[in-house]
């Protein structure tokens, strides 16, 4: 019902900045809470940034001061400014959208993931 298309991702060196968007498109009433998790090598996925519906912001510890969650109600759209990276940040990250359909539910709904590599 909902699609969620990822963009943004790629290698860069430490210190090194990259955004990545998620855009939702399908059939559903409202996006609600957004979100990017990520998932390390042989780590589990891991929340990274939230945003709700009226902007409200949370961050892991691990990445405050350094990545800035925004998004585009408009366009359904949901970024992830990554600045100063460092290697720990590799990892495959995923977005993900609080999705309430035209009838009564409410369901999470996924990327595809975009990897992410910081290395020299």
């Known amino acids: 019902q909902v699609q969620l298309v990822e963009s943004g991702g790629g290698l860069v060196q430490p210190g090194g900045s990259l955004r990545l968007s998620c855009a939702a498109s399908g059939s559903f009433f409202r996006a609600n809470a957004m979100g990017w998790y990520r998932q390390a090598p042989g780590k589990e996925r891991e929340l990274v940034a939230t945003?709700?519906?009226?902007?409200?912001?949370n961050y892991a510890d691990s990445v405050k001061g350094r990545f800035t969650i925004s998004r585009d109600n408009a366009k359904i759209t949901v970024y992830l400014q990554m600045n100063s990276l460092k290697p720990e940040d590799t990892a495959v990250y995923y977005c993900?959208?609080?999705?309430?359909?035209?009838?009564?539910?409410?369901?999470?709904?996924w990327g595809q993931g975009t990897q992410v590599t910081v290395s020299s």
């Open positions: 945003i709700t519906s009226g902007g409200y912001t």
């Open positions: 993900n959208v609080g999705v309430t359909t035209w009838g009564t539910n409410n369901y999470n709904a």
